[in-house]
């Protein structure tokens, strides 16, 4: 079975300032997608950021990129200039692609962004 | 999100008392999940359906859990008789084409 662990249950970082959040998953599948989610106080999931792991470039949106290591199977999320509507909680997020459409979340990671 | 709507927002009820949560998902989905929101457990999945059928029901912790999905548009999570424990924030969620989107969640209290 497929499982996520994010490590880090809070950080903080500065405004501004670059932060990186870690995640790792297990599977023996080759072929799946990865995904994170920010989670405001408003309980909304957002979609932040995916990747296809059969694509090796690293996604990118705006001040979010990610660190795909496919053989490490890790893939952490980095958020530079921080601002202080990037505090939230963010969870990582695996799917297969063998189609069943399950989505598998990790324990989150609680960000506070610094004035 | 207008995509996925739950009700109630919030609910309080008290120990042994049957709660329903209900959700209300945005057309084009084939894949409608449940899941549940802890700060120990993290969000765990309960139940999915493919097309409404019952797919997976692995993740319902008791058969005090039950859900049904009798069309396209609607599905509910019953807790009969509830318990303290099961205070958590409830999720429902679907996959569309371009992707998963999720209800604001139910905030349930059981005292």
């Known amino acids: 079975a497929q499982t996520v662990t994010q490590s880090q249950p809070e950080m903080s970082v500065q405004e501004a300032e670059t932060v990186t959040l870690s995640c790792t998953y297990d599977?023996?599948?080759?072929?799946?997608?990865l995904f994170w989610y920010k989670q405001p106080p408003s309980r909304q999931m957002i979609l932040v950021i995916r990747?296809?792991?059969?694509?090796?470039q690293n996604a990118t949106e705006n001040r979010f990129s990610v660190n795909f290591q496919k053989a490490a199977k890790s893939f952490s999320l980095k958020i530079s200039d921080s601002q202080l509507g990037d505090t939230a909680m963010y969870f990582c997020?695996?799917?297969?692609?063998?189609?069943?459409?399950?989505?598998?979340f990790g324990q989150g990671t609680t960000l506070q962004v610094k004035p | 999100d207008a995509g996925v709507i739950q009700s109630p927002r919030h609910e309080v009820t008290e120990m042994g008392q049957e709660v329903t949560l209900r959700c209300k998902p945005i057309s084009g989905h084939d894949y409608l999940f449940w899941y549940r929101q802890t700060m120990m457990r993290g969000l765990e999945l309960l139940i999915y359906f493919n097309n409404n059928v019952p797919i997976d029901d692995s993740g319902m912790p008791e058969d005090r859990f039950s859900a049904k999905m009798p069309n396209a548009s609607f599905s509910t999570l019953k807790i009969q008789p509830s318990e303290p424990r099961d205070s958590a924030v409830y999720f429902c969620g679907v996959r569309l084409i371009y992707g998963y989107t999720f209800g604001s969640g139910t905030r349930l209290t059981v005292v």
């Open positions: 990747q296809e792991a059969y694509k090796q």
């Open positions: 599977t023996s599948e080759n072929n799946y997608y």
């Open positions: 997020a695996f799917m297969s692609s063998s189609n069943t459409g399950k989505l598998i």
